[in-house]
């Protein structure tokens, strides 16, 4: 079986200060990736070289056009920013300007899962916090990988050096004088050369060879105890938790060792890691909760669950402040919003009418949808700040917008009272209903509503069964299915909410079918994604990508869409005057 490695150093990118380890470190990974019998690709701005989008390109569609490799390891180390949890962006060297030039990991995971390699694997090591100015936050990046048929047989493992929010940390090695390196490829680094005899697997083949193998879910529970460790023995002050998703198992693997590593060598040491410490950390809490979250038979109590962690309790409070968030049972018009918060304007496409009624602490946003006006409407909610977000009108149900600190932190949809879905549906289930969505609402803003496939796709059915009683429940099922490869199901889902319209326009982008959306394109509301990071796979849907570029250079980092003033205005002036619906 052949393998391959595209292994990417940038030290130094646009207006960020020059990073030490960078190039080292992919340096380190790849004279591994060699050892491995791979073929190698490494990129690196050492000797003052670039290394362009062009060039990561080039690397990985030669691989992929070859039609020989079995796994592919995509490597870089540098500069690296999130939009929102499930966005992120790895910064070349001319990033910002021109504003393609960064790596869009997750438009390059979704094209990746259709590349005809079965084991991809993704190593990021690099920060993951929000885009350090003005200009990286309008960096959207592109694709690596072509996009090509859907095929979706390929698994991909992602290795994070740290969690979404989190910086990834830099260490002087102190035998060798100007010797940067990452610490999180340092304890990859360490694992992968045998040095961890408790992440590798010993597999007997068929013909009694031995071989010794190892996979990338052990690594997850080794880099969460060594990252950390390693970043408090330089600093107790550091703090660095990796993150690792890994949709694979034997006999896929991360690496092999020629030998038993020297533990295993008396018989021992060798298996399956022991669990993590007491306490899951907020990725494996999350993981653990929704599998009570998405169930129609066990019950959800949460004062039963445990918090070690202070994150874990704050996640909590999270779901419980968005539960509790409630809007006006209904309207006269049984169509509207609730804000939680002051707003200064709206505007509604094709010219649907409304009223504005301040409420102590909120604002309401009566809607009359008239019969005979079309399925899908904008609405643009603008707020005291200057800063707004999109939504789409929902006939029959009331939005309710949660604002912290002038920021949308979440939306959902509720029947509105009197309606016959409220009255033989809703009511029954409103407490089921009202804490689902808060973990789903929770979880999407921490990034950790990413579950590996059988785990998605477990999430997603009790979501698109609800999707009728709260449409975002569709969207975040969409996005689940989608960041785990099932695109059919994204598509029956789609089935589902175009015979109850309108559809948000995230899940018919997600559905990667031009011409379903050619035809009902209509039906769709609001006119671009709900979610900020569907706003960074536009590319799924070309031409509309295309007509909406002008917008995207005002989205702030967020999980809901958010808007500097100046794109309210525009698109506030495109919904008065037709141009947008």
């Known amino acids: 079986m052949k393998h391959a490695a595209v292994v990417v150093g940038v030290n130094k990118t646009g207006h960020l200060p020059l990073l030490m380890g960078a190039v080292s470190g992919a340096k380190d990974f790849a004279q591994w990736a060699r050892g491995q019998g791979m073929d ?4 690196i701005d050492e000797g003052g070289k670039e290394v362009t989008l062009q060039d990561v390109r080039d690397a990985v569609r030669k691989i992929t056009g070859a039609l020989v490799y079995q796994k592919l390891v995509i490597f870089f180390s540098g500069h690296g920013f999130l939009l929102t949890a499930d966005t992120e962006l790895w910064l070349l060297s001319r990033s910002p300007d021109p504003e393609t030039e960064a790596v869009n990991v997750q438009l390059s995971a979704t094209f990746a899962r ?11 090591d690099a920060c993951r916090s929000g885009g350090a100015t003005h200009s990286h936050r309008r ?8 996009n090509r048929p859907i095929k979706g047989d390929t698994e991909i493992d992602f290795f994070y050096a740290t969690r979404p929010g989190d910086t990834a940390l830099e260490v002087r090695e102190a035998d060798a004088v100007g010797n940067y390196k990452g610490i999180f490829t340092d304890c990859l680094l360490e694992a992968l050369r045998g040095h961890v005899p408790k992440v590798v697997e010993k597999v007997q083949e068929a013909n009694f060879v031995i071989r010794w193998l190892i996979p990338s879910r052990p690594l997850k529970f080794y880099l969460a105890e060594a990252v950390p460790q390693k970043a408090q023995e330089v600093d107790i002050k550091l703090n660095q938790n990796p993150q690792v998703i890994p949709e694979s198992s034997l006999p896929k693997y991360f690496g092999e060792l020629t030998k038993a590593p020297e533990a295993a060598r008396d018989g021992g040491g060798v298996g399956p890691v022991a669990p993590s410490p007491p306490g899951p950390e907020l990725g494996d809490f999350a993981t653990n909760l929704h599998m009570s979250a998405m169930s129609f038979n066990v019950p959800l109590d949460l004062s039963t669950l445990p918090t070690v962690h202070l994150e874990n309790r704050l996640f909590l409070k999270q779901m419980a402040s968005i539960a509790s ?12 919003f609730t804000v939680h918060g002051h707003i200064s304007r709206v ?15 909120m604002t309401h946003v009566r809607i009359y ?7 899908g409407n904008s609405i643009a909610i603008q707020l005291q700040s200057g800063l707004g977000t999109v939504l789409g ?7 309710t917008v949660l604002l912290e600190q002038d920021r949308i932190v979440n939306v959902n949809y509720t029947p509105a009272r009197y309606t016959k879905l409220y009255d033989e549906e809703y009511q029954y289930e409103a407490d089921r209903i009202e804490q689902r969505r808060a973990f789903a609402a929770a979880a999407s803003r921490h990034g950790v509503f990413r579950l590996d496939s059988d785990e998605a796709q477990r999430a997603g059915e009790y979501l698109r069964m609800m999707k009728r009683l709260d449409p975002t429940l569709g969207l975040y099922a969409s996005y689940a299915y989608s960041q785990a490869g099932k695109v059919k199901q994204v598509r029956s889902v789609l089935s589902y909410m175009l015979d109850h319209p309108p559809v948000p326009f995230d899940v018919l982008l997600l559905a990667r079918s031009p011409d379903v959306w050619k035809g009902n394109a209509e ?6 994604p709900m979610l900020r990071q569907g706003w960074a796979l536009l590319e799924l849907l070309p031409d509309e990508g295309e007509r909406l570029r002008e917008y995207a250079r005002y989205l702030l980092p967020s999980l809901w869409v958010t808007f500097e003033p100046e794109g309210m205005d525009r698109i506030m002036h495109a919904l008065e005057k037709g141009n947008l619906k």
Do not use: M, W, Y
């Open 393 to 399: 009108v929902q006939p029959g149900f009331v939005g």
């Open 347 to 361: 505007a509604i496409g094709s010219g649907v009418k409304f009223d504005i009624e301040h409420d102590n602490e």
């Open 523 to 528: 039906l769709c509301a609001p006119f671009g």
């Open 369 to 375: 949808k008239n019969e005979g006006d079309p399925d």
């Open 139 to 146: 960096v959207k990046g592109a694709a690596i990988f072509p």
């Open 114 to 124: 259709d590349c005809g390699i079965p084991h991809i694997i993704f190593v990021s």
């Open 325 to 336: 968030a409630r809007g006006r049972e209904s309207f006269e018009t049984r169509t509207g």
């Open 40 to 43: 190698v690709t490494l990129l």
